[in-house]
Each structure stands twice: as C-alpha cells, then as structure tokens.
C-alpha cells in the first residue's frame, strides 16, 4: 500500500482544512487508516482512526469534535475534515494504513505498516 496525503496549507485561526489522503493497493478497503501528526520540536502523536467498515471512529481528546475523519473505499481515500482550527494545530500531517485496526493499539505509531510523505499545516494566529 502507498499512502499519498495532500490539502496541507496556510489558515488563519479558526478556519478549516480538509485533508486527503490517496492509497494505491487492491486492499486498502481491508486496513484501518490514521492520519497523524507532528509539531515542530514535538513527537509525533495520533489524530484520528477509522476502520474499513467506518467503525469507530477514534480521536484525540485534542481534535474531538472539531475533526473527523472519513473514509471512502470506492476512491481508495481517506479524509480528515478540520474545523476550527488552532494555531496548536500547526503540524505536519500523515496519514498511515494498519492491517488490524485493533482497538487498543490503533493509537500507537507503531501499529501501522504503511505510511505516507506527510502534508504540512500552518495555522496563523
């Protein structure tokens, strides 16, 4: 599986983004998907995690009712939808496949195999 994100960009506080993120691969509808990301100087943390039925979805308490996440198998894509947003938004953005999607480990970096190249986010004040 091949994991390309876009629709990074500059957004003044409070704005919205929305996020894509393309897979090449007959199975992408058979993995859970995250998207993930990374503020300068800081470790890469979890965003938000759906799986190949659309259960769940996860989120961080950070995000939760501002982004969601969506998927659609038909397109190999999945969206991650940013509202109101924060300049504590500011990251880069990746979105990653996981072959299990079990609950207590889809949090985890470690539990994806697949990742994509990662989409900046700048969220002005």
């Known amino acids: 599986v091949q994991l390309q994100a876009c629709g990074g960009g500059l957004v003044q506080a409070g704005g919205s983004l929305r996020l894509s993120c393309a897979a090449s691969g007959r199975t992408f509808n058979t993995y859970t998907m995250g998207w993930f990301r990374q503020a300068p100087g800081k470790e890469r943390e979890f965003v938000a995690a759906?799986?190949?039925?659309?259960?769940?979805?996860y989120y961080a308490d950070s995000v939760k009712g501002r982004f969601t996440i969506s998927r659609d198998n038909t397109k190999n894509t999945v969206y991650l939808q940013m509202s109101s947003l924060k300049p504590e938004d500011t990251a880069v953005y990746y979105c990653?496949?996981?072959?299990?999607?079990?609950?207590?480990?889809?949090?985890?970096?470690?539990?994806?195999?697949?990742w994509g190249q990662g989409t900046l986010v700048t969220v002005s004040s």
């Open positions: 990653a496949a996981d072959k299990y999607g079990i609950t207590s480990t889809l949090r985890g970096q470690s539990a994806y195999d697949y």
């Open positions: 759906i799986r190949w039925n659309n259960d769940g979805p």
